[in-house]
């Protein structure tokens, strides 16, 4: 069960109704829309990301950046206390009571993943190989959309002023008509407006939080590890507490027991 | 008890004088302010600084900045005069005589904290642990909000071309009005103002003078832990002094004994 | 045998497609066209190169770009199926049994050289040392094309600005007839649309490109590297899974065996 | 006693002697000269490094402009003759002459207290670590005031542009009288104009001069250092001259005796 | 006796063919000279350029410029084969057959100075020692020349930015007859013209090639310096042979016996 990240979402609408709103206070919308303006700066950039990567990165990026808005809701304080609670029931009732608990902890792949693998009995050392190569493929993953993404950014106003060139030039090539000239640069602008949005206001944010929202799943995944570890050697749980409080950073620091 | 950091005001309120002034020798401020203008540069750097980061970061990043400009007034070499005073005062009276002067040194929070540890016996290398953590975590505070600060630098530029461009697109559209031109570029032209304004005279130097403060304050904070290590463990406080000299840099050095 | 980098080639085609359709839509091809245009930013830029390197590396970085977009096939995934399936024929055959399937590999110079060496029966080490340096000559060739084809993508549209600046200078000179300015000046941004269009449509993007398949190449021979020193020495196939997993991407990982 | 660093005063003054020219070629000086203008862009990027830095910063930053403009005439040749000189001297007639020279050595600070230091008697290592503590501030203040200059170049040319964007929003809110529309933009791009020029002429030339001349008094420095411990320990002083010929460039290695 | 590097010649012969060829189509030669703009521009550059280093380094530079050109032409692989061939020679006759061939080989002065050391008598590891510093100091000679050309690709675009001011600021001054308006602006693009051909077609490129001939430079004496080692040690040549191979990069390796 995904849940939305509340700030990329408010911040991308509330971008584009500012913008809308700037808009439509000066005039309506109907001139900020030109179909080969869109075609050459969405298509372009389109085209210049598939020469540059493979059609498989451009897919993977969709599909991340789509988990980056519709991000997971657990942060690393709570995958902290949900692995300190585990680790009190198991000391309570033993590391085979987890068999019971699998069912419920299936909304973090990951989490279910790690304690699957301890219910298993596989020694500590197998586990955290297996889960720090799944950790270490998810990083690659994220760099490389993150890569993508910012390469869009940089490739999306290029094709602007591409456009805006074309117009220009197709513009004072036909000078007959002054009352076009405006209009027609009206429209030339229209890719430099449209390259310029699209890189500052959709993918180079994106990137951004792409990039920290990777080094926090990271971090909730190292504790889920750090946690399954601790179970799997039956250790006491206020020692979990105290290594889990040297991974997490100072404001975000737990206090299950002190 | 915090005060003013003098040179970040002065510099903040004589910078816009000196444009205020400038706008003045040659119009009016009138032609100054437009609301859409103001809504899309300020709103969408809001907007696009919450799609990159977190609402927590946000709010830290502000109140970073206010502290930024109320900045205490201890530098570091009153620092380290304040810790071999202290230490001078243990030598003779004991180190439980801190214990009646921590209600006087409230108004350093680090300090104080540093002192009441050695009050309370704690052994020097746990000071060491809990302040060192402590500081850590500072400056990742401090980091963390410089980073917003550079970003706002560079997305706001951003936001005031795209309102440039969205004026310059509607002015071109309807060119009817011959007359209306001038004032509509100068309008387009307000949100590109904006946005140089913003990053040059506002975040930008706010982040410099944030990391320059931030390194400051650590070493302050250095000095105190240096002192509070150095009283727990009854040392000579000649040798304190030689110690902090090493870390103050060459030209902030105290002179207490020699 | 090579096969086309698809990607590439309809990034490529793409993206002109996108340009043209744009530029069609609004006006007729021929004013996009202009010979002293075409000279001074295509020669300038060539002729730039040959500045900055020298004639072989340029001649040497035209084949490199033409092998980037006629890229060979077998990707990192074939060669550890490939390898493998060899490993397992030769554990029943004895490796002997590779002189014959050689001529069926001829495809793949490197894997073809690898297996070559083992069965003439050079001890591993001495195949490591060749092969790696066979590798590192590759990875020199590719960086060295690379870093001409970004040197191509600074140098075109500065090109191009000289090119327009030589337009609007010329056109600034012979205000006589104002109805020329408009094509005058057409012509000249037609350098800077040249210089954009080159940069940013194909130097840049190819560069991005080479130097991925060059990464992914690397990777390739790596396996074929390590596929042929296992069947040197004998070692059972599954110890060569496990290996070339270790190589592998996590999404790429090959499932021969388990 | 201090001499002119020629080469930063003739580039300096001919470069003003340059500009001063070309625009007497074209015109007259007195519509290159704007109060406001002046103001913005001297007073803004003044206010700007206010910010940044404290005040303290920028009163030495100025110092140490001076400073690198009549910089010191003994270069690390001479300094490495000077100091093998002496060495030959004290072979002669003992370390206690030095007391003797002293007082003829007073034009160099740090090459009076590095001799007066082993006059002094103190061990070698002493020495070492009170001189390299010097000069470790020397470089400290000069990076500080390099990056400072740096900082200025960066913010001269956008004080500019925000004069300029006043200047022409000014200029376009009011075209009642198209005469004023010329000399009102000429006016309006003297910011720009400015900008350019302290950040292309003055500041950053002045940054470059600072570190070389900088890495140039350190090396010197490191001379008097080797030659003040060389004499103390009473070594053949054709030792250190092989010494310092390891410490000099190649081009300016010293042939005293050999 | 040195050779002209072709390509050099060739891009920079053939980069002003082109551009006086686009601009001869498009009109007349005349326009595009101008005295006051080329002394902003060339001599701002100069001036600029004395501020930031000294005279010497200067003068260094445009010397280092002419030998870049009239390059040496001894590449790697001939110096290679060369000292093989010298190898075998002496082999056969005796290392003191070399003071026979001495004079033949002053051509190549590193080569010369690497052999008569070597007749001289000296121990390997002294010649290394030596000739490894004159490496040095020639590394820092191209670094600090490569440097300067830099530096000057920078300076001279920021020089024409300020001509071109200059020339708008007097055109808008005195509007009074429009027919001089075009004229005057053609003369003002002039000097970015000159500042973007400098940079672009002059300063960078050449900075490239004296990087990439200094490093070839390096290579061909480090390969002189082995081979006069190894004739010192009176090696067998087939091991010179395999040494410089690892020495030379995969493209250029030596099949002198195999």
Redesign the interface.
Known sequence: MRQLD???A???I??FV??T???L???DLA??YN???V??VL??T??????????RDILNAQRIIAKTIFQKSVNPEEAAFRMLDLAEECRHRGVLHLQNKLPELSDLSFQHKALQLVVDGLPSEEVNRILQ??L??MV??HNNSAGILR?AAE?SP??G???T???????????NDP?T???A???A??T??YG??M???FF???A??LE?NSATEVLRNKIFMAGAASIGRQENPRRLEMYLNTLL???QRVQYYS
Chains 1, 2, 3, 4, 5 share one sequence.
Do not use: E, H, W, Y
Request: hydrophobic share 55%.
């Open positions: 509340i700030a990329a408010i911040g991308l509330g971008s500012f913008l709103g700037a808009v206070l000066g005039g001139s900020f179909l080969p303006a075609l050459i298509g372009g389109l085209m210049v990301a598939t020469i540059s990567f493979s059609f190569q799944d270490g493929g690659g993953r390469k490739v290029a094709m002023l591409i456009g060139l074309v117009g220009l030039i197709q513009m004072l090539s036909n000078l009352a000239i405006g209009p640069m009206a429209v602008l229209l430099t407006f310029a949005v890189a500052n206001m180079t944010p994106l951004t939080k920290r950073p100072p404001t």
